[in-house]
T-cell receptor
């Protein structure tokens, strides 16, 4: 089955609203959880990440929370703007190996003005 | 700010032909990766490379695929006999030894006819 499940697949919000995207993982050995933003036709770009020894991390309008017990982590975007519209991917890295990332299926976020 | 670069941006080939996709990782990075993304789907890991050898590979990376670091700057992905289902965006990524963050290149769109 999927190592990383991501929900929702699409998310439409009004400008100024908050957006939350959730991911669950199955490998308890995972210790690093990045979020990537991918605009249409462009490369994935890291927007925030969190390590397993931290429960929450914030960077301006973006925050990520991690619940190791439940094996899920979430991306929170506040005061959304039209330029936040993109596909967002969560990913996880196992504790072993060479930082291979396993990605979720992505969430298409559409922020309407 | 240094970036991963990839060439060509778009490659069109006939089924059964060999293709070589090229990447120039960020200069002080030691870990290199290839990922692919079929149109509209998630990013999938292919292979990781460290210290001049493959460190991990996925089930997608079969005998038709190979990677090479022919010199101090380039990192290549070769597909020996392309199939229709190889059509995808191929991303190269690299990272420093100390950090988990992977930096992605702009991708090569491979179209197999």
């Amino acid at each position: 089955g999927e190592n990383v499940e991501q929900h929702p697949s699409t998310l439409s919000v009004q400008e100024g609203d908050s957006a939350v995207i959730k991911c669950t993982y199955s490998d308890s050995a995972s210790n690093y959880f990045p979020w990537y933003k991918q605009e249409l036709g462009k490369r994935p770009q890291l927007i925030i990440d969190i390590r397993s020894n931290v429960g929450e991390k914030k960077d301006q309008r973006i925050a990520v929370t991690l619940n190791k017990t439940a094996k899920h982590f979430s991306l929170h975007i506040t005061e959304t703007q039209p330029e936040d519209s993109a596909v967002y991917f969560c990913a996880e890295k196992r504790n072993s190996g060479y930082s291979t990332l396993t990605f979720g299926k992505g969430t298409m976020l559409l922020v309407s003005p | 700010e240094p970036e991963v670069t990839q060439t060509p941006s778009h490659q069109v080939t006939q089924m059964g032909q060999e293709v070589i996709l090229r990447c120039v990782p960020i200069s002080n990075h030691l870990y290199f990766y290839w990922y692919r993304q079929i149109l509209g789907q998630k990013v999938e890991f292919l292979v990781s490379f460290y210290n001049n050898e493959i460190s991990e590979k996925s089930e997608i990376f079969d005998d038709q695929f190979s990677v090479e670091r022919p010199d101090g700057s380039n990192f290549t992905l070769k597909i020996r006999s392309t199939k229709l289902e190889d059509s995808a965006m191929y991303f190269c990524a690299s990272r420093e030894e100390r950090y988990n963050e992977q930096f992605f290149g702009p991708g090569t769109r491979l179209t197999v006819l």
